[in-house]
């Protein structure tokens, strides 16, 4: 028997590991960790929001809206089409690719107004798009109601293309996360695979989006001259994560990268983070379905590096005031996603470190790479002062979200199905 | 003739007997988990972008794989499932086959 092709990136792994990886996790105060599986036999749990006594609200992509309260006991409230089993169910919810229900978010004044808002995909209108939808939650929990649709219109890929991953309802974006320093709601789109996307005014995917609670504008964004006033930075490729920096509230966020460069980016209002895909400029010639996103070679293993001079994630030359990323990743993509600062004493010297998750994706010689990583990013996000492995019990995993809970333990939701809470001890 | 007939389905059923026990669903079990639990999870339910391998027999597995091993395309994970089964054997694809249709039993 042969196992070659398996064999080939674990030793790349493990010669990634001693020379990129390792030498910056021995530090002088870590924690030792236990772990707890909270929720298991899940379909690919994609969010968690948390009440100040625990309990939490999460979503499952093809499922819906549900909630664990403190006892144990589950409520599933809102389902998508197809479903059985919750409360509600609303038949224009769906589930495709990559897309479905995605992130949640509690209310920051939870108590008095009992709201909770999901971003979910929804066939309402034709075409489908991603919708942020904002429930009321019942004194039982076992209800939600009055869904009142804040935002309608955020693009959804509606048919597959010649592309990695090319299924329609890719490149979809989908967290929520109300900023603690400015009360507002971030919401984070994808590309959709389209090429005219990222850049434009209108469009709102490929952008951060800052609006209130009613899904208006935020007051101070400063898109520029004719952009929609609901975004907050554009020119992004899909964005699944993002946390907000516990000195400076500043936003920052992960993005996917096209085979190469997973990015951490530290948000500046109004800014461009470099992302244009077009076909027929920059250097470039006709692409795939009009989407350079992939290329040179999209199906075939080359140098990242190669591939990052033909399509950069911050095109600098075509752009010159882009945001800069903090780190790249060392040049490779495996599927950077959720974020969260960690917070609490209990850390000791992880305290106030970035986590960042990474579903990971073994394409062309890159290994695989699933893991947390623990950075310390520089107070101006513009670099990172140390990056550390966090080893946890549960081995590795398709990290999807990572939330820190109210007495300051970890939670992670993994695509195997499981939600699991890390203690430190 | 009757003699000859005999002959012929004995074989056939021995072969197709032996086939069976050649796979070794131990080492199919240590190469999914190596190779494809990344993906299709620990229990071949499915993830994300990556489809369900529940409900499916051997001979979809092992046709499937071959098409890969192949360097044909089908579907739109292709770029990621060409590489890997590139470099399979036939003993692979039937251990594979094997650990997966019993893992769904």
């Known amino acids: 028997m042969t196992h070659k092709p398996f064999l080939r990136p674990l030793s790349a792994f493990i010669a990634s590991a001693v020379i990129v990886g390792l030498p910056a996790v021995a530090t002088a105060n870590e924690p030792e960790l236990s772990q707890t599986e909270v929720l298991t036999g899940l379909e690919n749990p994609w969010d968690m929001a948390f009440l100040p006594d625990g309990t939490m609200f999460y979503t499952e992509r093809c499922r819906g809206l549900s909630v664990r309260l403190p006892d144990g006991e589950v409520e599933h409230l809102l389902g998508m089409e197809g479903t059985e089993e919750y409360a509600t169910t609303a038949d224009d919810l769906v589930c495709e690719g990559q897309a479905g229900m995605n992130g949640v978010a509690v209310d920051p004044d939870f108590d008095e107004n009992r709201t909770v808002y999901v971003y979910s995909a929804s066939q309402m209108s034709e075409p489908r798009t991603n919708r942020v939808l904002r429930l009321t939650v019942n004194s039982d929990f076992n209800e939600v109601s009055d869904r009142t649709d804040i935002v309608e219109d955020i693009p959804y890929k509606p048919a597959a293309t010649d592309h990695p991953f090319g299924d329609a309802g890719a490149h979809n974006g989908g967290r929520i996360r109300f900023s603690p320093d400015d009360g507002y709601l971030y919401v984070t789109t994808g590309d959709n695979h389209n090429s005219e996307i990222p850049q434009s005014p209108d469009l709102l995917g490929g952008k951060v989006l800052r609006i209130d609670r009613d899904g208006e504008a935020a007051e101070g964004n400063e898109p520029p001259e004719g952009f929609d006033p609901r975004i907050y930075t554009y020119g992004h490729r899909n964005v699944q994560g993002i946390t907000f920096h516990p000195d400076t509230g500043q936003p920052i966020v992960t993005e996917h990268g096209p085979w190469h460069s997973d990015e951490i980016n530290a948000l500046v209002n109004g800014g461009n983070s470099g992302w244009d895909p077009k076909p027929n400029m920059a250097g470039r010639g006709d692409c795939p379905d009009d989407y350079c996103g992939y290329e040179p070679n999209q199906t075939e293993g080359m140098d990242p590096a190669e591939r990052a ?36 004493e209990q850390w000791g010297d992880w305290d106030g470190r970035l986590l960042v998750g990474f579903m990971g994706i073994g394409f062309g010689g890159t290994p695989v790479g699933q893991r947390i990583n623990l950075i310390d990013i520089a107070e101006d996000g513009l670099s990172v002062n140390d990056i550390a492995e966090m080893s946890l019990p549960m081995g590795t995993a398709r990290f999807r ?5 109210p007495e300051g333990d970890l939670y992670t939701a993994v695509d195997e199905g499981s939600i699991y809470r890390i203690t430190p001890e | 003739m009757k003699i000859s007939l005999f002959f012929v389905i004995a074989t056939a059923l021995t072969m197709g007997s032996a086939t069976l026990q050649a796979a070794d669903k131990a080492a199919g079990e240590a190469l999914y988990a190596e190779a494809c639990a990344q993906c299709h999870g620990p229990n071949g339910k499915g993830m994300a972008s990556f489809p369900s391998l529940s409900g499916r027999d051997a001979d979809y597995i092992t046709s499937r794989l071959e098409t890969y091993r192949s360097g044909e395309k089908v579907g739109s994970n292709s770029f990621l499932m060409i590489p890997n089964a590139t470099d399979l054997s036939d003993d692979d694809i039937a251990n594979l086959a094997a650990f997966i249709t019993e893992s769904d039993e």
């Open chain 1, 309 to 344: 001079a033909y399509m950069p994630v911050t095109d600098t030359e075509t752009y010159p005031d882009a945001m800069q990323p903090a780190w790249k990743n060392d040049g490779l993509s495996q599927g950077i996603a959720p974020a969260e600062f960690l917070i609490g």
């Open chain 1, 401 to 405: 979200s990572i939330v820190l809970g």
